[in-house]
């Protein structure tokens, strides 16, 4: 059984960053969802906070296909496993958590602490073998797992980036002793600022070790932050896990504050202010020819749409970034309309987009919604 | 772009007015202030800024509590964001009626002298005008600036364009400006070799390629002289994409959403349309996001250069009468805005900068008597004047979608014909004829209550309606003429008990010609298109203007001007061409009132290139 | 649900050619039942609700007649039916009209108003016509170069509504 965390090969290591761009997408659903359950007039902060973070982790999935791009890889965001199947399970140490599809309240703010809590290795564990073995049911989405097998799970995201890193710069090493690099995507490949952007960090070309490396710093890094302090290396930037710990404590962080001591203005939690959406809905549970059902399945189609979408433009054709962005607004829509809606059968509780793509692909909705424009 | 927490708190009024080491006091938050604000503080000054409204919108959450003020106003007027404040009260379009000649209808803050009533407005909160402003920035043309010379019409400048191109330049990259310069070369207009604007050229609407593929390659015959139509691109005051061109290479990094504590927002536009009256994401630049700059520069003690004073509004001007200096202002500090309780405080400073917008800025100057040798402040008071022309499009056009406005016609900007009557440039609104008619909801209420539709007959008529509509918002160069002008009375005070200013505007006999032509070509243009035309003018409307057997509605554009011309000389001018007042040396009046012609460029784009002239001016001064 | 909201979005699927999924999906429903009783009364209300249900059913040919001759054209009821249908396509409360409170009496709270913020954000006017309200749900960069994407409704009489639109050659310019 293959139990080394090292990258041995390119191919192992495109997988490593297929990985990278999985685990970084599997965050969006629940943060979206979460953001679309606030209801109106109330938690503006915590829509902000939720906000920004989806922002930069699309940013993320979008420089992790960068750092793919650049060694010749192809990402594609259509295979079938892609997308995480909700609840999906995160490594914590020994221990996998759940991540799961809800309303935002207490139990999703602790859940998204977890995701993006920097896990550190108390001592005793240091000189432990990197990767830990766990029996995973077959139908769980495990992430951060080793790609070649998903019973093998790293510590936490921190080392499954920590392997990404020494995996380039050990096969960089040994292509550079060759005369040769690993760094041999077509440039033209590559996203820009141009093409995205937004208060959180840019996006540069990644063409050589050193923008591979700066790259991967500023995914961890905007995760959770630098190794103790707030903000991320520039001094500019909050760690997401103290965006969401802003929430917790009620208060803003400002310049110079200490982790766990924000001492900006303060801060509004409702934390009956959501939408009551059921976790973790499938499309099964919802009443055969309902209209929710319908529209619940319109919007998986739409975002399987968007994920080809993504795809053709990190393949060559990034211009078609631009056309994503109004699909992703019109996501906004689709998401609150299923949230207001009551989950038939279910009283007291409203529907959610389920995320679950590539099932139920036709789009029965066509017929009646067809976007005729005119 | 984060402020310093500290300048989100309260100043003291009685430290501001304790201070004796003011390089430079602004009266005024809005681009010109914020513009001097920034280039002072750059240079190591100590300036205290003062703005009449509360400041609350310098937070997000400030700022976000404008956006729901404006959600759940039952009429959505270009200032329904703003909170009425009877301290710092501005204009509202809604509150006018109809004059008859000789009558006054002192009911509005702007004291209105019949029988022309301007709904211009502008806005009296943190960020002045440019909270509200559609954030057009075409620049002058060079025959703009030396229409006396060129058309024998108006003034010449005391600048030419080539003196002031540079400053276009910086007035671009501090606003952002979104366009691509081989849209914006016609006409004649020019840029340096490699120039890019900082951010590239915002999509022209689905709207405007419709309205573009009824008339390009046609063209219109005007006193023998053959103009070419077609729809181009407005170059915009809002986040697009970054040229990675710009600056030589080194690319541009837009400026989003200020706040005191980190956000992001404020990234590209969105396409909220509502430019007018608030953009919600803060794409739009407006003049805080100069002043955040401004507010974290300290000086060499660590301490913050940039002072803001809010609920200050300054209420004198004081002149030392042996230097013919200004010595100090007086500024009444109010605590409360639902309350008139105030205190007098007096700011000393070594230059005085009046940037309170063309009518306050004169309405500050009258009230302290000070008419200055030429007599002009106040007179020569200009504001675009608007025609609008409005019709239905025979296809499905996405009207309501963009941002408020995205392209136009504008090759009649220039050409012989100024000689005789006003040049214009044509807006097409993306938000249909709302401007005109209070669409889409006044459509609303016209097909439920009068044509009797409901349900499927309802949906289809509103599409019909409203997805097909198109509005030509026609604006009409205004010349400077000396009876139209700000006036004070002290019958007329507000609540503080400063007077408020009296407007007597009428519409220039060039500009109404300019207008009979517009509406003519609006026609022209509706034919070629094939649209239905529905303008009509009402002989009741407040703005009614009858011109030579014909009736134009004229609306403002809220591009005011010309209360205070520069000039060549102290008898012909209030300021020279670096806007310092000629009777007093340590006084700048900047911002539209300065410009001596308007052309047919909205003006905020020009008075902050002035500005930046100014503050160099200033530095000097100082030196 | 209880009977009485179900019959209201009963009425309002009928008045506005919204379904029932729509409406729900405004987040509003409850809060413009609760408009109808506060600025009318429940009385008049409860009488809209019982004039509709009285309506023949679906299907039966004289429904829209009876629409009309019992609720629209009524007297009492047909200025309140509008501004229902006014309320679920603006979010704003029309104050009814002179003759109406002239008749049946004025009503304290009959005035014109937005209901709520996010009432204004949800009118369907915007959504009936494939644009954004002013000021919210922004449809994102870019995208006011293409053609407006008009939701199909249920089918009508004529086929005025499945118009179609070809994508070609409207790119994002520049």
New interface residues.
Partial sequence: MHTHSSIRTLDELKEFLHGAMQLEHATIPPYLTALYSIMPNVNQDAAQILRVIVVEEMLHLTIAANVLNAIGGTPDLTRPDFVASYPAYLPDGETDFEVGIQAFGREALATFLKIERPAARSEHLKAQSPLIHRKSSQHKTVLGSHPRNKDLHFYSIGEFYAAIVEGIKELEEKAKREGQTIFTGDRSRQITSEYYYSGGGELFPVFDLKSALDALELIIEQGEGDGGGIYDDDEHELAHYYRFEELVKGRYYLKGDKPGHPTGPPLQIDWDGAYPIKPNLKVAEISDGSELREATVAFNHRYGEFLALLTRAYNGQPNLLLEAVPVMFEFRNMMLELIRNPLPGHPGLNGSPTYEIGKNTADPYAAHRAEAAA | MLFPSESALRVDPQAVAGSRDYDIVIVGSGISGAIIAKQAAEAGKRVLVLEAGTGANRSLVGYDDLLTTFYSAAAKDNQSPFPVNANAAMPRSPQLRKLQAGETDSSTYIVQSGPYVSDTTYTRIFGGTTMHWEAKTPRMLRSDFKSRTNYGQGLDWPLSFEEVEEDYRLAEQEIGVSANVEDQSYLGQTFPDGYVFPMRGLPLSYLDQQVNNGIDGTSVDLYGRIYPLKVRPYPQGRNGIPNPAYDGGRGYRPVGAVNTHQVEEGGRCQGNTNCVPLCPVQARYHSGKTLAKAFRMNGKSGQPLVELLPQAVASKVVIDPDSGKVSALEVKVYEDPRSPVYETITVRGKVFVLAAGAIETARLMLSSGLRSTSGLVGRNLMDHAYLLNWALMPQICGTMRGTSSTGGIVDLRDGPFREKQAAFAIDIHNDGWGWATGAPTSDLLELVDDRNLHGRELRQGLIDRVSRQLLLAVMLEVMPVESNRITLDPQFTDALGNMRPILSFTVPEYTMRGAAYARQFSRTVFARLGAQDHTSYDRSDFGYVAYEGQGYAIRGGNHLAGTHIMGTTKTNSVVNKNQRSWDHENLYLVGGGSMPTIGTANVTLTLAAMCFRSGRDILNYLH | ?SDRIETFLGLSV?????????L????LAERYLGTLDKVVGGDTTNTLLAAFAALPPPGDGTRARALRATI?GSELLGDV??SL??LW??G?W?ELPYAWTQRFGAKPADA???V???A??EGL??K?????P?????????????????????A?DTK??????HLQN?G???
Wanted: charged content about 15%.
């Fill in positions: 649900m009928e008045l506005t050619a919204f379904s029932r999924f729509d729900l999906a405004t987040g629209l039916a509008r249908i006014k396509y603006s704003t029309f014109t108003f937005v709520s913020p996010d204004y954000v006017l915007w009936a016509i494939g644009a954004h002013a000021g919210a749900k922004a449809p994102g960069y870019g995208s006011w170069a293409y053609p407006p994407k008009i939701p199909a409704f249920p009508s005025a509504d499945a118009v179609s639109v409207v994002i310019m520049s």
